[in-house]
């Protein structure tokens, strides 16, 4: 089946450093994918939508320039955090949808987790 | 405003009884119904859909659109049916497809 991975699965870095999270789709192509924030027991928040060769679509409240988004490949979607800061300690998880599967179908990486110090 | 409600946070069951996990949506249009579960220390995965009809690992899911649910049975809980389900909408909202995931509700299957 259809696989999302995402890179690092955890990450801790200082206050004021930037952090790049990767997430890949290792069999299928998608033109669309989604990055999520998740609180400990709390459910998927939607940060932005991602599309192949434009500019992401951000959901209110999610300051871009703070959580950059690139997605450059049909494989490939990053998400930089940018100055981060202690508040910004989630976990981060992205999603991809294959559009040309039989049936449309959004399949989730395994999350990475942020501390920031 | 779209909105995905499911009441119960935390629902315990001991095995061998019959599961309903509620889902109530309010939703523009008519969106596609899905059921994601979170296993232990796993990815979120796709459980069922509601225009596929089919029964996955035992559960089932009726959309009904009078109601605008679409509440998730099986009929014995297992053991190993013991996760985080989230009720999730796809459709139009916020100026784009997207899914709206519900607060989720944790099913604890008990011996």
């Known amino acids: 089946g259809a696989v999302v991975s995402q890179h690092p699965s955890w990450v801790i870095c200082k206050s004021g450093t930037s952090v790049k999270i990767e997430c890949r789709s290792l069999?299928?192509?998608?033109?669309?994918m989604f990055w999520y924030r998740q609180f400990p027991k709390q459910s998927l928040m939607l940060m932005a939508t991602?599309?192949?060769?434009?500019?992401?679509?951000?959901e209110q409240g999610v300051e871009k320039d703070k959580f950059l988004i690139n997605h450059a490949s049909l494989t490939l979607s990053t998400l930089t955090v940018t100055s981060a800061h202690p508040e910004d300690s989630s976990f981060y998880i992205c999603?991809?949808?294959?559009?040309?599967?039989?049936?449309?179908?959004?399949?989730f990486g395994p999350g990475t987790r942020l501390l920031v110090l | 405003a779209q909105r995905v409600t499911q009441p119960e946070k935390l629902l315990s069951v001991f095995k061998g009884a019959p599961v309903e996990l509620k889902c109530n949506y309010s939703?523009?249009?008519?969106?596609?119904l899905f059921w994601y579960v979170q296993y232990s220390r796993q990815r979120l995965q796709l459980l069922l859909r509601?225009?596929s009809r089919e029964s996955i690992k035992g559960f089932t899911a009726d959309l009904n659109k009078g109601e605008t649910s679409f509440h998730l049975k099986k009929p014995f809980a297992q053991e190993e049916d013991s996760a985080m389900y989230y009720c999730?909408?796809?459709?139009?909202?916020?100026?784009?497809?997207?899914?709206?995931f519900g607060t989720g509700t944790q099913l604890k299957v008990e011996l």
């Open positions: 999603s991809a949808r294959d559009s040309l599967g039989q049936q449309e179908t959004q399949y």
């Open positions: 069999d299928f192509q998608a033109t669309t």
């Open positions: 991602s599309n192949e060769g434009s500019k992401a679509t951000y």
């Open positions: 939703y523009s249009g008519s969106p596609e």
């Open positions: 509601h225009i």
């Open positions: 999730a909408p796809w459709g139009v909202t916020g100026g784009g497809n997207k899914l709206t």
